[in-house]
């Protein structure tokens, strides 16, 4: 079936460090690629997503690509700040099916 | 103008209970889920309804049972609680059944004791 790996962290970065969050996914078909946010005590958020093969997905300075080649999805972000502490899901959905299957999440905590 | 609006937010019941979440959504979708979201914040797909049928039914106890009275609204309801039952609850809706963007509610922390 679906699944999806994503570093378990948690990740500790300073203020203005670079951020790799690395996700890799197994999926038949040609799945949707999604990052999903949780802020402390709040639902999630879509953050940024991509719909098929090579598309960059990018918001509020995060970008992920789609590589179907290495079925990868790896988020970035060139400067993280102490704003973008939270949760983050890697997910994806199946082109056979609706739902949506998430990996583990990896907690950031950026230090001022 | 709460887009997904879950009640309770919070939820202490004890063992053997019978108790429901309310989810309601604004936004004029046709699709609502529900999700569960574990103590290592893992989050898992419990069922799905589009224009208030089931489409999606994971493998999940027969004491969880949803209802969608309406395309607005998809209510949870659990019976005999059990303290594995205690997590957090995410309800979300999205356009229709595709790759669309989810959009979650809050939660509610169920505690079970």
């Known amino acids: 079936g679906d699944s999806v790996t994503q570093m378990e962290g948690p990740v500790t970065l300073s203020e203005e460090a670079f951020l790799t969050i690395n996700c890799t996914y197994t999926?038949?078909?040609?799945?949707?690629l999604f990052w999903y946010v949780q802020y402390p005590g709040e639902g999630l958020q879509l953050l940024l997503k991509?719909?098929?093969?090579?598309d960059k997905g990018s918001n509020k300075g995060f970008e992920a690509t789609y590589r179907k080649e290495t079925t990868s999805f790896h988020l970035e972000k060139g400067s993280v700040q102490v704003s973008d502490s939270a949760v983050y899901f890697c997910?994806?959905?199946?082109?056979?099916?609706?739902?949506?299957?998430f990996g583990k999440g990896t907690l950031l905590t950026v230090n001022p | 103008d709460t887009a997904v609006s879950q009640t309770p937010k919070y939820l202490v019941t004890q063992m053997g209970n019978d108790k429901s979440i309310k989810c309601e959504q604004n936004?004029?979708?046709?699709?609502m889920y529900w999700y569960k979201q574990d103590s290592k914040k893992f989050l898992k797909i419990m069922f799905s309804?589009?224009?208030?049928?089931?489409?999606i039914n994971e493998t999940v106890p027969n004491r969880f049972s949803p209802k969608s009275p309406d395309k607005a609204h998809l209510n949870l309801h659990i019976n005999s609680l059990e303290l594995g039952d205690s997590a957090v609850y995410f309800c979300?809706?999205?356009?229709?059944?595709?790759?669309?963007?989810?959009?979650f509610g809050p939660g509610t922390r169920l505690t079970v004791t």
């Open positions: 979300a809706s999205s356009q229709g059944e595709g790759g669309y963007e989810q959009y």
């Open positions: 999926a038949t078909g040609y799945p949707s």
């Open positions: 991509a719909t098929k093969a090579d």
């Open positions: 997910a994806l959905m199946g082109g056979s099916n609706y739902k949506l299957t």
């Open positions: 936004l004029g979708h046709d699709t």
């Open positions: 309804y589009n224009n208030k049928e089931l489409i």
